[in-house]
């Protein structure tokens, strides 16, 4: 949950989605949650609530709207991307041509949104988002199983 939110770069979601299309072919459905821009959090960053007791720290990043970054310049630096409904469906559109929004209770605030009928995607983009999903380095050791993640993809074509 939430991590399409995580992703600091459009470009990196934009890696992450390809993969989950791909996949989606497998499955009948897709679920994916977003943080939403009437998340308190978000409002509070915006100034258009008051904070609570220990107020969310953090700052709109200006190179994307609905973008924070939390501890900024240090070694814990964060983002998240907070979305609006019709700005997600349009980044969705691209990946799937079937986008329903999941109903919530009202004290939620995340966007849902459950696809299907992805859309095929070209092999070359494809394999890149694989190499970026899957060329890892964990604690400074590179995890490469990209290899094997296309060779297991292609198999699906």
Avoid: H
Avoid at 76 to 91: A, T, W
Wanted: charged share 25%.
């Amino acid at each position: 949950q939430f991590v399409i939110s995580s992703i600091g770069s459009a470009e990196d979601r934009a890696q992450v989605l390809t993969t989950l299309a791909a996949l989606g072919r497998l499955a009948k459905q897709v679920v994916i949650a977003v943080r939403s821009v009437d998340d308190v959090c978000y409002q509070q960053v915006l100034g258009k609530v008051n904070a609570r007791k220990g107020g969310y720290l953090g700052i709109p990043d200006a190179t994307e709207p609905g973008l924070i970054v939390t501890s900024a310049g240090t070694s814990r630096q964060k983002f998240q991307k907070y979305y609006g409904e019709e700005e997600f469906r349009g980044v969705l559109r691209e990946y799937f041509t079937d986008i329903r929004q999941a109903a919530l209770e009202v004290r939620d605030s995340a966007l849902v949104m459950v696809c299907s009928k992805p859309r095929r995607m070209a092999w070359a983009s494809l394999s890149k988002a694989l190499r970026f999903e899957f060329e890892l380095s964990i604690d400074g050791e590179k995890m490469d199983r990209s290899a094997r993640a296309i060779e297991v993809f292609s198999s699906l074509r």
